[in-house]
T-cell receptor, first 114, second 111 residues
Framework: GAGVSQSPRYKVAKRGQDVALRCDPI?????LFWYQQALGQGPEFLTY????????KSGLPSDRFFAERPEGSVSTLKIQRTQQEDSAVYLC????????????FGQGTRLTVV | GQNIDQPTEMTATEGAIVQINCTYQ??????LFWYQQHAGEAPTFLSY????GLEEKGRFSSFLSRSKGYSYLLLKELQMKDSASYLC????????????FGTGTRLTVIP
C-alpha cells in the first residue's frame, strides 16, 4: 500500500481481555517499529524488527506484551490481560534499511481499557 | 535514561515566524528528527539533522548543535494548518533506527 496501515483504528477492551493490533508496513521496508503514545506525550519505543527478526524488545513494558513479524512484513502486537495503564495509542512505523532514512508512521490504534 | 526536552505549548500568529527548541542529553547521538503530528493522526517527517548547521526545506528549517545538545525547528509564514504538535526525536545508536522522542510541543496558530 501507499503508507503504513494499522487496524483496528480504535479498540475498547475490558480489563483482563487479550488484544491483538495489526500493522501493515510499506512494501519493501525492512525495519518495523512499535511505539506507545500516551495522551499528551511523545511516542515511546516498544520494539524493533529487521525483517522477521526481533532485534530489540527493550521497550516492552512487561511480559504481557508480545510482538511478532513471522514473514518479515505484517506485524502483530499482542497485549495479554490488558490493564487500564495500557490505554494509549499504539503506533507502528516502518523504514528502509538505510539508517539515515526517516521512519513512516501509521495512524495508530487507540486502545482504551475499561 | 535518555532526556529530550521541548516546551509543552506555544502560540503564534498567522504569518509570523516561530522557533521551537529542543535540548537533549542522550547516551549517544546518530541524528535528530522533527516530526509534525496533527491530533489523532500519524506523525509525519519534517526534517533530519546529523551534522551541525541549518537545514532548510521550504517554510521549515531545522538547526543542530551537537556540542550543545540543542536543536530548533523554525517555521516561517505560519498558516492555520501549522497548528499541530511538533516532536523532536533522537536516534541514539548507529545501526538502530528506533527513536527517542520528546513530549512534543503543541503549537497553536491564531489569526
Amino acid at each position: 500500500g501507499a503508507g503504513v496501515s494499522q487496524s483496528p483504528r480504535y479498540k475498547v477492551a475490558k480489563r483482563g481481555q487479550d488484544v491483538a493490533l495489526r500493522c501493515d508496513p510499506i512494501s519493501g521496508h525492512v525495519s518495523l517499529f512499535w511505539y506507545q503514545q500516551a495522551l499528551g506525550q511523545g511516542p515511546e519505543f516498544l520494539t524493533y524488527f529487521q525483517n522477521e527478526a526481533q532485534l530489540d524488545k527493550s521497550g516492552l513494558p512487561s511480559d504481557r506484551f508480545f510482538a511478532e513479524r513471522p514473514e518479515g512484513s505484517v506485524s502483530t502486537l499482542k497485549i495479554q490481560r490488558t490493564q487500564q495503564e495500557d490505554s494509549a495509542v499504539y503506533l507502528c512505523a516502518s523504514s528502509l534499511e538505510n539508517k539515515n532514512t526517516e521512519a513512516f508512521f501509521g495512524q495508530g490504534t487507540r486502545l482504551t481499557v475499561v | 535514561g535518555q532526556n529530550i526536552d521541548q516546551p509543552t505549548e506555544m502560540t503564534a500568529t498567522e504569518g509570523a515566524i516561530v522557533q521551537i527548541n529542543c535540548t537533549y542529553q542522550t547516551s549517544g547521538f546518530n541524528g535528530l528528527f522533527w516530526y509534525q503530528q496533527h491530533a489523532g493522526e500519524a506523525p509525519t517527517f519534517l526534517s533530519y539533522n546529523v551534522l551541525d548547521g541549518l537545514e532548510e526545506k521550504g517554510r521549515f528549517s531545522s538547526f543542530l548543535s551537537r556540542s550543545k545538545g540543542y536543536s530548533y525547528l523554525l517555521l516561517k509564514e505560519l498558516q492555520m494548518k501549522d497548528s499541530a504538535s511538533y516532536l523532536c526525536a533522537v536516534r541514539v545508536r548507529t545501526g538502530a533506527n528506533n527513536l527517542f522522542f520528546g513530549t512534543g510541543t503543541r503549537l497553536t496558530v491564531i489569526p
